[in-house]
């Protein structure tokens, strides 16, 4: 069965880079086929954290069409079961993507016969980033427990769930649900996005069951990075009910990683953290939270829902 | 999943409706650490007036669930809704915190209380005492026999007559002499006799012709 984790955050700097490139170090050493995705256009890091300085091919490349398909991208790398598509080169205005081609890499992202897909998503909440949200009902955040960082990740997840509602509904339809939401809010001080689906339900009911169906479907994992001992290790947890009680979203708190400065050498060095420095704390809270999202997966797949599609692109 | 607005006051303090005021304290507690203005948990999440609005909610929630009469007042009104079952409620008495000074002389109280039932309905069929009161002398393992037939464990009677519980052994394994004096052993017999709720002077003069003998 394919997994494709879609891993970001909002907030630059959180850690995601950083966690793509260990997740799938520790998932390849698993003996699983891991190929990792750097989706992140026109800031792409994750061939520096994997030591690979100078990729010989990159994502623009099937955008240019120099290839024909996507897996004449992929490079290996020095750890074994484990495989990139960097973004090293790309072309200066790769973050300007047009439609049809954003859908045409997402479709053949999808069809890559790998057992783990790891896309490291962007920061910040535009269409880049969101559309690889939109791949697949499984979805990883990354966030420090700064009030930033948490304020982007709320963000964030509202604006997938808004871009969601938008791909369901035709445009006038949206918009005058849209306009008529800002209205009810303005009375009665609900939330924006549960109006949304209020009037949603009330004005087309098929559609509006098919949303919540969609909703309930989703199943999100939210990862706070940087921890340190200061910081309060329940924060993930309550953040995750505060999303659940009021946004209707389910999602889970996979880990805490601690702050340690030797990442910034492990980064210096262009090597991946967790074989380098094996033993240290941040280490440790990576393994186990690669340990701990494995095992929620299989709970979920176990407890009968259906696993994770893939979305029909 | 409801809108908050929507939610019952269980759900909105995130409980099961049977708690006890302690977790109902506790649970609005971690409602405030979320929901207060600087929590770093809801920064940015709500505007100012869905935060007041939702504070002023969770304190309604906790003044109506804290005290139990406006609370079995809400919870009826939820059956009546049908969002509550009558068996989700344990009744209107809730798990209460369990008195620690009471609890030794009330198990052997309780208990004691059955003795007399017990004894009550032996003795309207042929009982043990009877038998005893025709014998003319009564050793202490008579007393033991009538105590093992009424299944008393030898501590609830040292318990209750405050004596010391190898002194009653003494008295049940006809060691008398190691008693201070026979006015401690009568006192000793008598007391026992009474934990039966029986009158103990028969009993303490047929014992005594063992004693004498």
């Not at chain 1, 005058?176 to 004005?203: M, N, P, W």
């Not at chain 2, 007042?73 to 009558?86: H, M």
Request: with cysteine; hydrophobic share 40%.
């Amino acid at each position: 069965m394919k997994h494709i984790w879609p891993i970001g955050g909002g907030k630059g700097g959180a850690g995601k880079s950083f966690l793509v490139s260990n997740i799938g170090v520790w998932l390849a050493m698993q003996g699983k086929k891991t190929l990792m995705v750097d989706v992140d256009l026109g800031a792409a890091n994750l061939h520096t954290l994997v030591g690979i300085p100078y990729p010989e091919k990159c994502l623009s490349d099937f955008i240019n069409k120099k290839v024909d398909t996507l897996d004449e991208t992929i490079i290996e790398t020095a750890t074994n079961n484990l495989y990139l598509i960097s973004g090293a080169r790309n072309n200066l205005d790769a973050s300007n993507l047009a439609y049809a081609q954003k859908i045409k890499i997402l479709r053949a992202i999808t069809r890559l016969p790998y057992e783990y897909i790891l896309l490291d998503i962007g920061a910040g909440t535009s269409f880049n980033t969101i559309d690889f949200y939109m791949i697949s009902d499984y979805g990883v955040f990354v966030s420090t427990p700064e009030p930033t960082s948490i304020e982007n990740v709320y963000r964030l997840i509202r604006s997938i769930y808004f871009r969601k509602v938008k791909q369901m509904l035709n445009q006038q339809d949206f918009k005058s649900i849209i306009k008529q939401a800002g209205v009810l809010c303005e009375d009665s001080a609900t939330d924006y996005l549960s109006a949304i689906l209020f009037l949603i339900k009330d004005r087309e009911p098929e559609t509006g069951k098919i949303l919540e169906m969609t909703l309930q479907n989703i199943q999100y994992r939210l990862i706070l990075n940087q921890h340190r001992k200061r910081d309060n290790p329940n924060l993930g947890f309550l953040v995750c009910k505060m999303v659940k009680k009021h946004l209707g979203i389910s999602i889970e708190f996979a880990g805490n990683i601690s702050f340690d400065d030797r990442i910034h050498d492990a980064v210096r060095k262009k090597v991946s953290f967790i074989s380098r420095y094996p033993y240290t704390r941040a280490a440790v809270d990576i393994r186990e939270l690669c340990n701990k999202m494995l095992l929620m997966n299989n709970q979920r797949s176990i407890a009968g829902d259906e696993p994770v599609r893939v979305h029909q692109l | 999943m409801k809108p908050f607005e929507q939610q019952n006051y269980y759900e909105i303090l995130d409980i099961s409706p049977d708690v006890t005021q302690f977790e109902i304290r506790s649970a609005y507690k971690t409602a405030l650490y979320i929901y207060d203005d600087g929590s770093p948990v809801s920064y940015s999440f709500f505007s100012k007036d869905e935060r007041k609005k939702i504070l002023t909610l969770l304190e309604e929630a906790f003044l109506t669930l804290i005290n139990d009469q406006t609370r079995s007042e809400y919870n009826r009104k939820l059956v009546e809704e049908g969002v509550l079952d009558e068996e989700d409620l344990s009744g209107d008495d809730y798990k209460k915190p369990i008195p620690i000074i009471g609890l030794k002389r009330s198990m052997v109280s309780t208990h004691r209380k059955s003795i007399s039932g017990k004894l009550k309905s032996m003795t309207s069929s042929s009982n043990i005492i009877s038998e005893l009161l025709a014998l003319d002398v009564i050793t202490g393992s008579d007393l033991r026999k009538m105590r093992m037939l009424l299944e008393v464990p030898l501590e609830h009677i040292a318990e209750y007559t405050k004596v010391r519980i190898n002194l009653l052994r003494c008295i049940e394994e006809n060691r008398f002499d190691e008693l201070p004096s026979t006015f401690h052993l009568k006192s000793f017999l008598r007391s026992y006799i009474e934990y039966f709720k029986l009158d103990p002077d028969p009993f303490v003069e047929r014992y005594m012709k063992n004693v004498n003998k």
